[in-house]
T-cell receptor, first 114, second 114 residues
Framework: DTGVSQNPRHKITKRGQNVTFRCDPISEHNRLYWYRQTLGQGPEFLTYFQNEAQLEKSRLLSDRFSAERPKGSFSTLEIQRTEQGDSAMYLC????????????FGPGTRLTVT | GNSVTQMEGPVTLSEEAFLTINCTYTATGYPSLFWYVQYPGEGLQLLLKATKADDKGSNKGFEATYRKETTSFHLEKGSVQVSDSAVYFCALSDSGQGAQKLVFGQGTRLTINP
């Protein structure tokens, strides 16, 4: 059990560019969550997968954002046409999904849009 | 919707002082409650949790009791150490659409001086 991993750890991009982040959950965790954390705030829920199915999306997830979990293992979060307001830490978490509500968080990807 | 309100920081204490960080919540139903900690340069880690009213979560000398009558989950520690310096987040599990997503407070930055 190596924990939740996220890549890259840091990403600097210019406004208007597309970016993609990857999350590898703890193996055999069938629930995967994405959150966004801005400076001085707590994380805010973006979306949730159970296995490969995306079951819930927050209103925060505009149509420029898309997330996938194609084989029920790793997940990607893509932001198209980035804006300065997208600058934040993007956190991934996984959970066994068997009644244990504990979510295990990755170290996050810090996005800076210039 | 569900929400969590935390005591505003930053909080600065001397080593061996008593710590209380207040947390109150608004929720429908019976959420589970959590305290997460974020040490400098690290990801979110679960500190403790309580899944039903009157449960007490405890870990590393920290405690919090799920008080349904006051909708509170205050974090306490009898004698803090410099190594407890971190940002602390109170959270509840929101089971909308079965996601068990977490709703976080804004975080409280704690600094312990030797």
């Amino acid at each position: 059990d190596t924990g939740v991993s996220q890549n890259p750890r840091h990403k600097i991009t210019k406004r208007g560019q597309n970016v993609t982040f990857r999350c590898d959950p703890i193996s055999e965790h069938n629930r995967l969550y994405w959150y966004r954390q801005t400076l001085g705030q707590g994380p805010e829920f973006l979306t949730y997968f159970q296995n490969e199915a995306q079951l819930e999306k927050s209103r925060l997830l505009s149509d420029r954002f898309s997330a996938e979990r194609p084989k029920g293992s790793f997940s990607t979060l893509e932001i198209q046409r980035t804006e300065q307001g997208d600058s934040a830490m993007y956190l991934c978490a996984s959970s066994p999904g068997t009644g244990d509500y504990e979510q295990y968080f990755g170290p996050g990807t810090r996005l800076t849009v210039t | 919707g569900n929400s969590v309100t935390q005591m505003e920081g930053p909080v600065t204490l001397s080593e061996e002082a008593f710590l209380t960080i207040n947390c109150t919540y608004t929720a429908t139903g019976y959420p589970s409650l959590f305290w997460y900690v974020q040490y400098p340069g690290e990801g979110l880690q679960l500190l403790l949790k309580a899944t039903k009213a009157d449960d007490k979560g405890s870990n590393k000398g920290f405690e919090a009791t799920y008080r349904k009558e006051t909708t509170s989950f205050h974090l306490e520690k009898g004698s803090v150490q410099v190594s407890d310096s971190a940002v602390y987040f109170c959270a509840l599990s929101d089971s909308g659409q079965g996601a068990q997503k977490l709703v976080f407070g804004q975080g409280t930055r704690l600094t312990i001086n030797p």
